[in-house]
Each structure stands twice: as C-alpha cells, then as structure tokens.
C-alpha cells in the first residue's frame, strides 16, 4: 500500500514538473500563418511546400526531402532549413525576415515536432462544447450563466466587474439596444416608481415590454439590412431605382414575430426551394436578389451575373459563417484549409438561379397592394409557372418521340442586313458570318414537302463544353411560306412552340403568335437548344412547290449585341401527331386556363419584387471551376457541396440544393454559424464582439477573448432557445455583465481597453440610425407609420444627383418626413449623407461590422443638416419652463433621464443669452429659426443638446 502511495506522489510530482504539450492552434499555427505560408500556403506553394494541410505539411518537397517528420526534428527539412546558416537555404528567407525566429520559436517548432506534430483545425472550425462550470471567487455575482464565465475571464486577469448601472443608465442603454429608440419620460417614470418597489421584477418587465415592441423589429432590422446589402438602387453607374422594400418589411416582421434564425436562415436562401412555401416565402428570397445589377449599355450581362452569384457565395459564408471564403476564388484559401475547388463547388448552389443581370430584374414576384390578396396572388404565382411548365411537357412527350426527321437540305440560305451571311455546311447545320445585327433576318429556302412540324437545333459554335458560354440565341419570329411555282405565297400557319424545356424570361410561343421575347436562350447560349414549331394543318404540297423559312431576330443582348442565332440545323417531319394535339378541344382548353390565371393575376394590384427562382431540372447551369478566378478560363465541372472542413452533412442521393445548403448552415453539423450570430448579437449590444472580427472568424482574424463565453453562447442560443433571438437578448440584457455601469477604472482601462472581457458595462456610440431616430423623438415628431415604400426625409440641397436619369431627391411631406431612418431611401452611389457621415455603409456589398469614426464631419451633420435643425426646432418647443435654466434642465432630462449637473445648466444658460444677444442684433438671422431672438436661442441650445455626447452615447 506504502509503495502504492509512493509511486502515486512521485508521479504527481513528475507530472507538475513536465512541460505543457505544445497545442497546434494555440503555439504553432499562428507562428506558422505570421512566417511561411505567405510563400508555403494556399497562395503560393514555393518548393511544392504548404503548411495549410497536415498531409502536405508531412509530405516531400521540390527536393525530394520529407518537410515534417514527425518525432524526429533532425530528419525534417523544416528544422534543417531553419536552423541553416546558409542564407540560400535559411527558412524564412533573411531578405523577407532580417530578424528570423526567436530562439524560443525555434525550440517550439522542435518540440512541437519531437512530441509527434499534432495537428489540429483552428478553433472556429471544431464543434462548440458547453465549457464546465468555473471556480469563482465573487459566486454572488452572478445573475445568469453567461455572467460566470464574464466573470472567471475577469478573475483571471485580476480584474473585478465594475459597479451596477444607475437605474437611468440600464434604462436608457436598454431601450435604445432593444428597440433603437431611448425611453420617453413617462416610460422612465413608470419603470422608477416599479424599480423602488421590486428592482428585479422591473426590470424583467421592461425588458419583455421592448421585447414585444412593434419598434425592435425596425431597430435589429437595420444590423441585418447591412448583411443583406439591402438597398432601394441597384448599383453600379446608373443605379437606378428597384423596388425590393418588401424584402425590408419581411425582416422586420420576421423580428418582430421571432422567427427562429434557423427558419429564417431557410426562407432568405432557399425559401422558393421549400415544399410548401408560406405566401412571404418568396419574397424572403429577396436577401440575395440585394446584388447590385449593371444596367451600363455594353455591359456583359454573364460577367455581372457571374459577379452577382460569386457575391453570394461570398456573402453567405460572411454573413452566416464570418469566413474569408471570397479568397478561395482565385486559389486555395492563404491561411484556412479551403481547396480552391471548395469555392465553385459551393458557388453552384447559386450557380442556377434564372436571374441573369437583365434590367428588368427578372425573376420578379408580385407583392398584393392589399396585405388580405397577398396569399392568393403568391399561389397564382406558382400555379401559373407549374401551369405553363406542365403544358409545354404534354406536347413535349408527344414531339421527343417523334423519328423520322427528314434534315433540311437548302437551295439557298442567305442573312438580310449588315456584311452577314448564312451558309450551310456539309453535315448540314448552317452557320452565321459577318456582321449581323440585332434585326436581322435569315432566309432560307428548301423543296417543300408535307410538313407537321419544323424542329430547330440552337447550337453552341464550339464542341468544347467549357467554352458554350456566349452570347444569347434567340428567333423573335418564325415564319415559313410555301411558294408555289408561279410564285404564289401561301403562309403556312404555326400554332405553338414546343421547348426542350422552360427558362429565362421570354416566353417561346410569341415567336409564333408576334411580341417580344421568343424562343432561344438568353442572355447567354449555355449549350445545345431545340424546340419545335408546329403547323396548325397538315397539308401535301405540289412537287415543285418550296419553303421559305424565315428566322427573324430582334433581341438585344447587353442592351448592344443582336442575339442572333449564330450555328442551327433545321429538320422537317410529317408527322401528324403532335399538331393534332395541339389543335385539340382539349388542349385550347388548357391554354384558356392558362390564359384566365394570367388575367386574374394581372388584375392584383401590386409591387414586383425581385427574387430567387431555380431552373428547373433539363435547364440546369454547367457550373466549372475557373482557372485563378477568370471566368474566361473554365476548367472541370463540378457539383454543389459543402466544404469538408466545416463537417458537411453525408452525401445523399441526387444532387445536393439550395435547400439542402440552407439547412445545413443552421444545422448542428456546422460549427460556425451559431457562434457567429450570439457573437454578433453580443457585439452590438456590449459595442465589440467577443471575436472583435465579426467578419472573419478564421485563422487571419482575431481569436476570441472568451472562448468559454462564445460556445456557452452558441449553444445557449441554439440548443436551449432554439435559435430564437428574443429570449436570447433577453439573458443578455437582464445579466450582472450587462447591468455595470460604464465608468472605466484605470487599471480596467489599462487591462481591457476595449472592454472586450466585460468588465465594465458597455458605453458605445448611436449607431447613425439611432442618431436619427432620437431626435426624431424628443422632438415630438416622430411618426409611428411601418413598413411601405422608402421615404425621402430633408438632406442638404444639391447633394442628389442621379446620371442618365431623371430621379431626384423629392422630399417628403406628412408623416413620411418624419419616420424612423430604416426606412429612409438608399441609394447605393449617393447614400443619405447623415448616415454615411455616421458610419453606415453604402451596402454595395455585405458589412458584417460597422467601423466607428469620429470626424469633426458628423459635429457638422447633427449642428448644420436641415433636417436637425427642424428636430432642434421642435426640440426647444418641448423644453418646457419658465426660465432659461428650467428648460434646459428639461431637455437635459429628457435625454439623459437625469438631472442636469448645475455646470451643464449654467454653460448652456450662458450659451443661451450670448446666442439672443447675437439674434437681437441679427433679426433676419434668428427669423430662419424662430419668431424670437430668445426662441432662436434656445432652438440653438436645443441643437447643442442634441449634438452632446450625452445625446450621441449609450
């Protein structure tokens, strides 16, 4: 038993005296990512060596010598380079790194070597695990289990949480957090008299009261508009108007009603993918129809559409996962293990929307004007589409098997305008030379025949699959003659088009039956076409009778280039199936229904929106991976999947959709998103996230300053809450980390200057909505009106001015002057100046943190812009008192929720009469603010109020 005891103490000993093991993500990889794999990573393999795979890391270089070996630091080609006196050889290069390592680092890299080279994936991409209760010195502390691990980070660093918020200071923070607005008077005055009474239970209420709030929807709005690079233009040189504010009122319901983030995650990406889509399901869609769209004539319309998709791509992963994956474009990701193939193969989930930068923003759905026809105009909708897809596959059936098909051989072929021509060649497809411009049109004539149908083959002009990306196809109009001997014409009537399948935004019949669109591919030929043109009668013709085809174009492609058919072949049949079918009683009755479900959605007033809408199968996009990121350079095709990295779900039958991406984003397979939303949601109440690179959680943004705290969040709010938001903030908002006070003590400025441990409650800037909003309410002019079309409050005069179009900045009357800033009208090359001037982004791409400034610019805004000095206007009528000093302390109160400090009422009291001495002598000056020098005054002082940091801070 003795010997037992012994060898147990000995071994104790043994093991407080033995070194830590080296831990790959916390010693090695950052020394790794600062000095090799700028030339050994994903970039730029020199020597054939990388360090972002453990398999490369392992293997052979250029030389032949294996890099790492693991438990022998004198056989690895790491250590001997690093080691070399030879500046030839010496790793890292004594030119790039004069200083090289440390002998420390050195010592490291060995020991990491020695103990076996473990690997491991950066945090951000293990699974998130509830951290185990912490020993704590201040049990008492805390009010909820989030404050636990505030509080074990603080005690760590021998820090002590700061004192409670005055009940002023947590009022006014957590009004303005929760819904964007500070706390009228009465609302202070009521939670007061509570507080006195039961502390705790006043707060709670307050918080479920602003919970519940129509105003919280509009305030987290805004945080997610920002990811959504929501804006009322769609970019770009023109940047013209595009009507998607219904997305806008979609989000802020969404808020508003809870909506777990995991459905609302679903509904944005792939909510046109869902089996039974809800009647705003749609219209969610519009989160990635937010692209901007290149309306410049001349503009290749497959390059923006390709930017478009490569957007996002690149957006999701920002947005949902907070990863750089907009670097593995163009090759292997530098730092983070992403194959440059991940980045297309997750591209194709995108890849095969119908969108395709066209002006009209197509695919568009129609919002009902009338909230009570939305649901029926939106199952129109989708009846229609199924409707016509489900016509055009009936004749479909019917033509695919028809044999037989006797090839066109012409006597003469030849293109109408320009320097085209038309020629066929021997294996009798007929390819287009020359110029042909948009209106062009071929000619063709051939013996004639009994004909039942024509059937057309659009074809690409090369045999290269890579390369059948060009420009569109399309024939406006066909019309065939037959031409008698004696030169006598007699038309031949067509009665429907019958397409290999259904996309894009034109409608094939109207070749037949005249209009725009037709029957092609547009705005890009992506492969081989074919439809088939059916006569309405069958008939013989005499034997030196022939046909005269004509081909008719009329549809531009990027907004210049004809879409003429550049290489077709033309076949006739006899049979007389199809256009008995097409002729039937029955199938005008289809076409009727058709026709009526037109009608009656026409009939809906509305707005059209843009949204995602999915090719159907047989017109599936080939999706290629391209060589260092041109477009124009396309290699091997490949198939929608998640990267392995980030624990996609097992393969599964079929190709994997949007839907399926969707899903497994907010599913508990990927390790990130639920860590980014609490992280984000976290940052914009304490001001700094805990990973204060909200954008990038990878290996090249900064580590968390609380790993326990971040996956104690993460899981909190997807496990317990289930990814609702409100129950979520509510913790949050109600916890001992939220409720200090701001005030900063020297050694916790010293030690957490960006309080990024909590140590102090959090006391940030208004964001620019905010700014707005605030005034607008102690001003009394706020107006309560949601949702609707965007508004155009006061700005300076001359800052709007829109090129190549008429649209200018009409401000707005009534109510709509005053509503809050969410639904201000942005445009995205000339944004509202007192939101920029405050930070807000022009979302011409996704923001995932706004970056506070502070420039003497935004002073001149809230002292200067005419719209603050309305606000400062109605403001100093509101300041109610009989003196000076009464009204300042009013208006004091109403922003601060306390009283003025004496020194505060007498500098502005002294601000005040030095500004009506000013007025009196200045008459016509102080007439532009008020109907007296002593009301200018306080207009004035009203002004100042609102431009103070008590004002601009919560």
């Not at 609302?187 to 509570?194: G, K, S, T, V, Y």
């Amino acid at each position: 038993m003795h010997r037992i005891l012994q060898f147990l103490v000995l071994s104790n000993l043994s093991l407080q005296g033995a070194e830590e093991p080296v831990d790959f993500n916390r010693d090695v990889r950052p020394l790794l990512n600062k000095n090799c794999t700028i030339c050994h990573g994903g970039v730029k393999q020199a020597g054939e060596v990388s360090f972002i795979f453990r398999e490369e890391a392992l293997g052979k270089g250029e030389s032949g010598k294996t890099v790492v070996v693991p438990g022998d630091p004198a056989a690895s080609e790491m250590m001997r380079r690093i080691k070399s006196s030879d500046p030839d050889e010496k790793m890292p290069p004594p030119d790039d790194h004069p200083h090289g390592l440390e002998p420390d680092q050195i010592a490291l890299l060995e020991r990491w070597i020695k103990e076996g080279a473990k690997w491991g994936e950066h945090w951000s991409f293990q699974q998130p695990e509830e951290p185990p209760a912490p020993a704590l010195k201040q049990a008492e502390w805390p009010k909820a289990e989030l404050d636990k691990h505030v509080l074990a980070k603080l005690e760590a660093e021998r820090l002590s949480p700061a004192p409670e918020a005055t009940p002023a200071e947590w009022f006014r923070r957590v009004s303005l957090d929760l819904t964007g607005l500070p706390p009228s008077l009465e609302e202070w005055d009521a939670f007061h008299q509570a507080a006195a009474a039961n502390p705790q239970a006043a707060m709670e209420a307050t918080a479920d009261r602003l919970l519940a709030s129509p105003r919280f929807g509009e305030r987290w709005a805004a945080m997610w508009l920002d990811l959504a690079r929501y804006s009322d233009t769609t970019g770009f040189e023109k940047d013209p108007h595009r009507d998607i504010w219904p997305f806008r009122d979609w989000v802020i319901r969404a808020f508003n009603a809870d909506m777990p983030f995991d459905q609302f995650t679903i509904k944005q990406l792939a909510g046109d993918l869902l089996e039974n889509p809800a009647p705003d399901d749609l219209v969610a869609t519009g989160f990635h129809r937010n692209t901007q769209n290149n309306t410049e004539g001349g503009s290749d319309d497959e390059e923006y559409r390709l930017a478009a998709v490569m957007d996002r791509t690149s957006t999701t992963w920002t947005a949902w996962n907070a990863t750089t994956f907009a670097c593995v474009q163009c090759h292997a990701h530098p730092y983070d293990p992403f194959p440059h193939a991940d980045y297309y193969k997750f591209m194709a989930f995108f890849d095969n929307t119908e969108d395709s930068d066209l002006n009209g923003d197509f695919p568009r759905t129609k919002v009902a004007s009338d909230p009570a026809q939305h649901a029926a105009t939106q199952r129109l909708e989708v009846e229609i589409r199924k409707n016509r897809d489900d016509i055009n596959k009936a004749a479909l059936a019917i033509a695919n098997k028809i044999s037989g098909w006797t090839p066109v051989k012409a006597t003469s072929s030849k293109a109408s305008a320009g320097t085209g021509t038309l020629r066929q060649q021997e294996d009798g497809t007929f390819v287009a030379g020359g110029t042909n411009p948009t209106n062009t049109v071929f000619t063709i004539e051939v013996p004639a025949m009994r004909l039942g149908v024509l059937r057309v083959d659009i074809l690409p002009g090369s045999d290269d699959p890579a390369k059948w990306t060009e420009f569109g196809a399309v024939i406006t109009k066909l019309e065939i003659d037959r031409v008698l001997a004696d030169g006598t014409r007699q038309p031949v009537k067509l009665k429907e088009v019958v397409s290999d399948f259904m996309a894009g935004p034109f409608e094939p019949n109207v070749t037949v039956q005249g209009g725009g669109g037709g029957f092609g591919d547009y705005p890009v030929l992506r492969g081989p076409r074919h439809g088939f043109f059916v006569v309405e009668t069958v008939e013989d013709s005499p034997a030196d009778a022939r046909f005269e085809i004509r081909l008719k174009h009329g549809v531009t492609c990027n907004e210049t280039q004809g879409c003429v058919l550049r290489k077709f072949r033309l076949s006739l049949s006899s049979d007389e199936q199809l256009p008995a079918f097409v002729m039937s009683p029955e199938r005008a009755a289809v076409w009727t229904k058709h026709g009526e479900l037109q009608q009656a959605y026409q009939a809906v007033p509305g707005t059209m929106m843009p949204v995602m809408q999915e090719r159907h199968g047989e017109a599936t996009r080939d999706t290629r991976l391209f060589i260092r990121g041109n477009r124009m350079t396309k290699d091997q095709s490949v198939a929608p999947a998640i990267p392995a990295i980030t624990a996609a779900p097992p393969p599964k039958e079929g190709r994997l959709t949007r839907l399926d991406m969707a899903q497994w984003l907010v599913g508990k397979e990927n390790p990130l998103a639920a860590r980014v939303l609490a992280n984000r949601l976290w940052a914009e109440l304490f001001g700094i996230g805990i990973v204060e690179t909200q954008e990038d959680f990878g290996s090249s943004g900064l580590p968390p300053a609380n790993q326990p705290l971040l996956d104690h969040l993460a899981l909190r709010l997807r496990d317990h809450h289930q990814w609702h938001i409100k129950p979520f903030l509510r913790e949050l908002v109600l916890s001992a980390s939220y409720r200090q006070s701001s005030k900063v003590s020297p050694v916790a400025a010293s030690a957490d200057p960006k309080n990024q441990w909590a140590s102090r409650g959090p006391r940030q800037r208004l964001s620019a909505e905010m700014v707005r909003d605030q005034a607008l309410l102690v001003s009394g002019l706020l107006s309560p009106k949601s949702f609707g079309p965007p508004v155009f409050p006061p700005q300076p005069e001359g800052v709007w001015r829109s090129v190549y179009s008429g649209a200018s900045w009409k401000t707005s009357e009534g109510e709509d002057r005053y509503r809050r800033a969410l639904y201000t009208y942005s445009k995205r090359t000339s944004g509202y100046p007192a939101f920029l001037t405050f930070d807000a982004p022009t979302r011409d791409v996704c923001s995932a943190r706004r970056i506070a400034t502070n420039t003497p610019l935004q002073a001149l805004v809230t002292l200067n812009d005419p719209a603050y000095i309305e606000f400062a206007q109605a403001f100093a009528k509101r300041m109610a008192g009989s003196t000076p000093e009464e009204r300042i302390a009013a208006g004091y109160r109403m922003l601060k929720l306390e009283d003025a400090p004496a020194p505060v009422v007498a500098t502005l009291a002294k601000l005040h009469a030095e500004a009506r001495a000013d007025y009196e002598k200045t008459p016509a000056q102080s007439a532009k603010l008020a109907a007296t020098p002593d009301e200018a005054a306080m207009v004035l002082v009203a002004n100042t109020l609102l431009n103070s940091d008590i004002a601009l801070n919560r």
